[in-house]
């Protein structure tokens, strides 16, 4: 029987598809294919089953430093903006989210490459925003011969600043900027390039970029909140907050918190997706699943501690509990974190999403061609044609 709900927007999901799985043994697991961590064809096949269960999203991560965030014998990545770029002509519906890290990384290179992920992909590009603070990026100063890493402070800061600058870089070419008239030999009109002038305390940028603007105008910004700095970035910037709790209610304080804190800054809340982070151990039964987790803590010798919901059981248990978080506003969905993708990400697409739609809870085909689309966010007006 369907499941009514007072939830008056569907709910969202992507899958984080970084390394082989959110648990640090995930690679040494049977079928893993520990073999071909950085296999184009794995990673094309993990997009195609994402995008066979209408995910809103796939997120890859990546950093300047080897798994600095996860105690993990796993080494090595891909760069995830190439990876996106490559998956990009090959997907269709799915939304592509690479990080992409600003610390090191200047602006004008960060909107041309997620301009051309959105090119490429037809209007199905994000940007995952990342930067390196004093806590984990003493080995990315280092490869950069920058010095001290910066504070957490100080670091998103800098991501503050990169992200006004790339977003006016998208927006320095307004939407119908190439004419291509072969009469009079004109292909762009040059009224309608504009000089973006920033001159700010980390980059001074002229413009106007290179790349026309993307399909969707600004391709949407994911942030994962994990600092107080990073929350008020989140707030004033972000399209997609990623968020860590481990109950509902914890949950629904974030999302109610952020809210609040976008219509401080004239933003209109309603236009934030709250996507709690949710790492899944998925198995026929809950003995089953227990034993699964068992077998990886034992493989790698830690602990998993998530400091976020950690799921272990069924697919049913699974469904509810994004159910009981989605129906009263905690969340607008979840970013999940496979313990193995090879194993749960199988169990997402061909027994959660069908649990979920016949909840009326999910999109049964993708509402459009874009990432905007899936997110239910409207093409934003071009800040220069406004003032033309």
Known sequence: MARPTSSPRPLHLGVDLSDAGAHPAAWRTHGSQAQRPFDAERLQHLVDTAQRGTLDLVVIDDSFSLQPTRSTTLRGRLDAALVAARLAPRSQGIGLVPTVATTHTEPFHVSKAIATIDHVSGGRAGWQLGWSSAEHGEQDASHFGRGAAPSEAAAVAEAEEAVEVVSALWDSWEDDAEIRDEATHRYVD???????????????????????????????????????????????????????????????????????????????????????????????????????????????????????????????????????????????????????????????????????????????????????????????????????
Not at 251 to 257: G, I, S, T, Y
Not at 365 to 383: C, E
């Open 190 to 388: 040059r009224a309608k390039l504009h000089y973006v002038e920033h001159d700010g305390v980390h980059f001074a940028v002229k413009g106007p970029s290179i790349t026309p603007r993307p399909p969707q105008g600004q391709p949407p910004i994911v942030v994962r909140v994990g600092s107080d700095e990073s929350f008020g970035l989140a707030a004033r910037h972000a399209d997609v907050v990623r968020i860590s709790a481990t109950s509902r209610d914890e949950a629904l304080d974030l999302r109610l918190r952020l809210r609040a804190a976008a219509a401080a800054a004239g933003r209109e809340p309603g236009d934030l997706r709250v996507l709690a982070d949710a790492f899944v151990v998925t198995g026929p039964d809950q003995a089953s699943a227990r034993a699964r987790l068992d077998l990886l803590t034992e493989l790698e010798g830690v602990r998993w501690d998530t400091d976020s919901l950690t799921h272990v059981g069924t697919a049913r248990e699974l469904t509810d509990t994004f159910l009981a978080w989605w129906e009263i506003g905690a969340v607008d969905g979840f970013v999940v974190r496979p313990s193995s993708l090879h194993t749960d990400l199988d169990v997402l697409v061909d027994d959660v999403v069908p649990m979920l739609r016949t909840a009326r809870a999910f999109r049964e085909q993708y509402n459009g061609p874009t990432l905007r689309d899936q997110l239910g966010l409207v093409h934003p007006a071009n800040r220069y044609a406004a003032i033309a």
